[in-house]
């Protein structure tokens, strides 16, 4: 069965705007099946996935496979205008997903030589694949499992790190990238576009890494 979200019927039965309603239906809807089940609301999904199209205004989305596990609600929310890659969790799911998908970053490096030679020995992979770097170490896995002139050109993007290094408090945030300051990015930038057989082609970097979102907040203008 595919999953089309733009054909769903209207939305029946108790609305969000009613938790303990909506609660209590999602709850009697899985109220006969063994545990642990996970269920997926469809008109939530289609509201939600509706409201980040406005709410972008025009800027494209990249999904995030880490955190939408189930192909099929990949697939369909990819299917709405608006949408447009993946991010991916590890290689071999960006190398399988690439079967049917044509953009897709890997959201962080890999030294999974497997994966790798696959990778870098099919050209229409390595088309739709980018790879996802910190250290320039992961380019020489790279060229360990295939030399620049026997492979496919590999597409790579930095993975920078925005975190906040402050003079009092110290460092807030995530540790996620050794590459932090702007003059770190330069450099590793000019280390790919230097190197034979690699293709620079993006940056990551985001502001949830100098921090998170409790569940329940009231709106915050000011940071």
Same mark, same amino acid.
């Given at each position: 069965?595919?999953?089309?979200?733009?054909?769903?019927?209207?939305?029946?039965?108790?609305?969000?705007?009613?938790?303990?309603?909506?609660?209590?239906?999602?709850?009697?809807?899985?109220?006969?099946?063994?545990?642990?089940?996970?269920?997926?609301?469809? /008109?939530?999904?289609?509201?939600?996935?509706?409201?980040?199209?406005? @709410?972008?205004?025009?800027?494209?989305?990249?999904?995030?496979?880490?955190?939408?596990?189930?192909?099929?609600?990949? /697939?369909?929310?990819?299917?709405?205008?608006?949408?447009?890659?993946?991010?991916?969790?590890?290689?071999?799911?960006?190398?399988?997903?690439?079967?049917?998908?044509?953009?897709?970053?890997?959201?962080?490096?890999?030294?999974?030589?497997?994966?790798?030679?696959?990778?870098?020995?099919?050209?229409?992979?390595?088309? @739709?694949?980018?790879?996802?770097?910190?250290?320039?170490?992961?380019?020489?896995?790279? /060229?360990?499992?295939?030399?620049?002139?026997?492979?496919?050109?590999?597409?790579?993007?930095? /993975?920078?790190?925005?975190?906040? @290094?402050?003079?009092?408090?110290?460092?807030?945030?995530?540790?996620?990238?050794?590459?932090?300051?702007?003059?770190?990015?330069?450099?590793? &930038?000019?280390?790919?576009?230097?190197?034979?057989?690699?293709?620079?082609?993006?940056?990551?970097?985001?502001?949830?890494?100098? &921090?998170?979102?409790?569940?329940?907040?009231?709106?915050?203008?000011?940071?």
């Amino acid at each position: 069965m595919s999953l089309d979200l733009l054909s769903l019927p209207p939305a029946t039965g108790p609305g969000w705007n009613d938790p303990a309603a909506f609660w209590a239906a999602r709850s009697a809807a899985v109220s006969a099946v063994s545990g642990p089940v996970a269920a997926i609301d469809l /008109d939530a999904l289609r509201f939600n996935a509706m409201d980040l199209v406005v @709410r972008s205004a025009g800027v494209p989305i990249r999904v995030a496979s880490k955190s939408i596990r189930v192909r099929e609600v990949l /697939d369909a929310t990819l299917a709405i205008g608006g949408y447009r890659g993946i991010l991916a969790f590890t290689l071999p799911e960006a190398l399988w997903l690439a079967r049917e998908h044509d953009d897709i970053v890997l959201g962080y490096p890999s030294v999974d030589r497997a994966a790798l030679e696959r990778l870098v020995r099919d050209d229409d992979l390595a088309r @739709r694949v980018t790879l996802m770097i910190d250290d320039p170490a992961q380019l020489d896995v790279v /060229d360990a499992v295939a030399a620049p002139s026997a492979r496919a050109r590999v597409r790579v993007a930095i /993975d920078a790190d925005a975190s906040w @290094r402050a003079p009092v408090l110290g460092h807030v945030g995530v540790r996620r990238s050794p590459v932090h300051e702007p003059a770190e990015v330069v450099r590793l &930038a000019r280390s790919i576009v230097t190197r034979p057989g690699f293709e620079l082609v993006g940056l990551m970097m985001y502001e949830a890494q100098i &921090a998170g979102q409790p569940d329940q907040v009231k709106p915050q203008y000011v940071v």
